[in-house]
């Protein structure tokens, strides 16, 4: 069951500067809410973040950051929960000829103190990847939904 889905904000660090402050979208669900397939999971937590147009950071660089007060806004204990990075499908290029596909990459943290550090990307496929496409477009939960977060805004 989906517990959250909106723009998620937050600040940085460095006083005035706000070095590293931006925004994302957040989804979070709860597996343990909602239909039971299965053995209960072991991360019963899915977080799932995308960048936003307009924000100065994007979510691979300020992961750790988000992770961590993610866990601490929501209550969320970090070894159970599971932290996705959700990358929409968009072309590049002078007349957009260049397809990048969607992507969803599972990151794992070493957590000191409560703090989520050093990072790990892994792309998922397969399965796990539809699972989670299940989940943002609401078929996992029953109730369809418009899909996952718009595709951001193309620099080129």
């Known amino acids: 069951m989906r517990i959250f889905d909106d723009t998620f904000t937050w600040e940085g660090w460095g006083g005035k500067l ?17 239909p039971v397939q299965g053995p209960a999971p072991l991360r019963p937590l899915v977080v799932i973040v995308a960048d936003l147009p307009g924000s100065p950071m994007s979510v691979r660089s300020c992961a ?3 992770a961590t007060l993610v866990t601490t806004r929501f209550g969320i204990d970090p070894h159970r929960m ?29 957590w000191h103190e409560n703090k989520a550090m050093a990072p790990r990307w ?35």
């Open 18 to 34: 706000r070095l590293a402050s931006g925004k994302c979208h957040l989804e979070i669900f709860d597996l343990r809410r909602g």
């Open 64 to 66: 750790g950051h988000i």
């Open 82 to 110: 599971q932290y996705v990075e959700y990358y929409p499908a968009d072309r590049y290029g002078p007349s957009g000829e260049f397809p990048i596909p969607e992507r969803f990459d599972a990151v794992e943290f070493t």
């Open 122 to 156: 892994r792309t998922l496929q397969g399965q796990l990847m539809a699972s989670l496409k299940d989940l943002m477009t609401g078929s996992a939960e029953g109730t369809e939904r418009s899909g996952p977060p718009a595709p951001r805004e193309s620099n080129s």
